[in-house]
T-cell receptor
């Protein structure tokens, strides 16, 4: 296992289309996180899962966004009716909850461009 | 709500100098802090972390200092190298079971 894998790396879509991104975490990690990052800004938290349960959702996550982690392994993030403001890097991270260590391992992200 | 920010958006240093990157946080209940490095086109990479019951932690060439009195966090990089050029983010956790909240980042440029 070489780390967190995200696909696709780049996605260009027309406004109004739906897009779906996939994240494969490190296999033994039980937590999976989605963040969004725009140019010059730090990652903004969207949502996270512990196993298959979605435990926290940000107010940034509008009803056009939905995330799933059906079997507690990979996760998908879907954006419906994309808008130009959705253009960003979407980062996935995973972690193993251990006493004293709470750091995440990030993937390389999916860059979304809405035209 | 929780917010985390950095004092300076950019920092330029000469190779071999020591670098200090600062961060302020707003939530006095934050119990965990972490520094990440992000190179262009890549996801953030873990550098070092510290829990709120500590005030200093050292790694390889890096030291994190935590001052809870003034809610300030700093990252010190010794003998900065060109490979250290990147954007550095601090992040904190409001409480157990919540996600990390990131600051805006400081771009470190190292010239040789």
């Amino acid at each position: 296992d070489t780390g967190v894998s995200q696909n696709p790396r780049h996605k260009i879509t027309k406004r109004g289309q739906n897009v779906t991104f996939r994240c494969d975490p490190i296999s033994e990690h039980n937590r999976l996180y989605w963040y969004r990052q725009t140019l010059g800004q730090g990652p903004e938290f969207l949502t996270y899962f512990q196993n298959e349960a979605q435990l926290e959702k940000s107010r940034l996550l509008s009803d056009r966004f939905s995330a799933e982690r059906p079997k507690g392994s990979f996760s998908t993030l879907e954006i419906q009716r994309t808008e130009q403001g959705d253009s960003a890097m979407y980062l996935c991270a995973s972690s193993l909850v251990l006493e004293g260590s709470y750091g995440y391992t990030f993937g390389s992200g999916t860059r979304l461009t809405v035209v | 709500g929780e917010s985390v920010g950095l004092h300076l958006p950019t920092l330029s240093v000469q190779e071999g100098d020591n670098s200090i990157i600062n961060c302020a946080y707003s939530n006095s209940a934050s119990d965990y802090f972490i520094w990440y490095k992000q190179e262009s086109g890549k996801g953030p990479q873990f550098i070092i972390d510290i829990r709120s019951n500590m005030d200093k932690r050292q790694g390889q060439r890096v030291t994190v200092l935590l001052n809870k009195t003034v809610k300030h966090l700093s990252l010190q990089i010794a003998a900065t190298q060109p490979g250290d050029s990147a954007v550095y983010f601090c992040a904190s956790r409001a409480q157990a079971g919540t996600a990390l909240i990131f600051g805006k980042g400081t771009t470190l440029s190292v010239s040789s």
